[in-house]
């Protein structure tokens, strides 16, 4: 059982929007920044978003980030085949002294 | 950056494992490295982490981690290790190691090295 809770699935049609949100408590996503995760099983997890809502250099602005309290959201538009993948947010958690994700979020793109 | 894992395998419970990252393409000396692991038909799970030495090298580690793992680095080296002792089959998964930015926010990865406990 995750810290952090994420929907199991959200789908959409080509060109569409998603979003997942991410929730969690004051002493992770209420106090430090998060990123968010795609991942392929069996490839390496690639950083879409973070600290909150910064993208790295190279992914496209399809993808957006943003908290408010203790949740985060990660929004895809102008969905493709190619955004079928998990999805994680993470953030650091003081309490635990550690990083925590959350359980996955599966992109079905209809 | 690039990142390249080894020393996954097959172990019996009980047993130990070292796991190496070995690190190219940017100041290794100055990053904060952690591992992360995915269990069969599971999730993304943190392992543990450890600082740069001029941050003071610290460690921290996840609660099912803790007193059987341990992360280390050698920066003449440009590598990161997992030391994993007294192993379970629950320790079962694909390890990946990567850089920590900000504490928070895992920015490259390595494409993962297998270990399975049985």
């Known amino acids: 059982q995750s810290v952090l809770t994420q929907p199991p699935s959200v789908s959409a049609a080509p060109g569409q929007k998603v979003t997942i949100s991410c929730s969690g408590s004051?002493?992770?996503?209420?106090?430090?920044?998060v990123s968010w995760y795609q991942h392929l099983p069996g490839t390496a997890p690639k950083l879409l978003i973070f600290?909150?809502?910064r993208r790295p250099s190279g992914i496209p602005d399809r993808f957006s980030g943003s908290k408010s309290g203790t949740s985060a959201t990660l929004g895809i538009t102008g969905l493709q085949t190619g955004d079928e993948a998990d999805y994680y947010c993470?953030?650091?958690?003081?309490?635990?002294?550690?990083?925590?994700f959350g359980e996955g979020t599966k992109v079905t793109v209809l | 950056g690039q990142l390249v894992e080894s020393g996954g395998g097959s172990v019996k419970p009980g047993g130990s494992l070292r796991l190496s990252c070995a690190v190219s393409?940017?100041?290794?000396?100055?990053?904060?490295m952690s591992w992360v692991r995915q269990a069969p038909g599971k999730g993304l799970e943190w392992v543990g982490r450890?600082?740069?030495?001029?941050?003071?090298?610290?460690?921290d580690y996840a609660a099912p981690v803790k007193g059987r793992f341990s992360v280390s680095r050698d920066d003449s080296k440009r590598t990161f290790y997992l030391q994993m002792d007294s192993l379970k089959t629950e320790d079962t998964a694909l390890y990946y190691c990567?850089?920590?930015?900000?504490?928070?926010?895992?920015?490259?990865w390595g494409q993962g090295t297998l270990v399975t406990v049985s």
């Open positions: 990567a850089t920590l930015y900000d504490g928070t926010a895992l920015d490259f």
């Open positions: 393409g940017f100041s290794f000396s100055y990053a904060w």
């Open positions: 450890i600082k740069s030495n001029p941050d003071g090298g610290a460690t």
């Open positions: 004051t002493s992770n996503i209420g106090n430090n920044h």
């Open positions: 600290d909150n809502n």
């Open positions: 993470g953030t650091w958690d003081t309490s635990l002294s550690g990083l925590v």
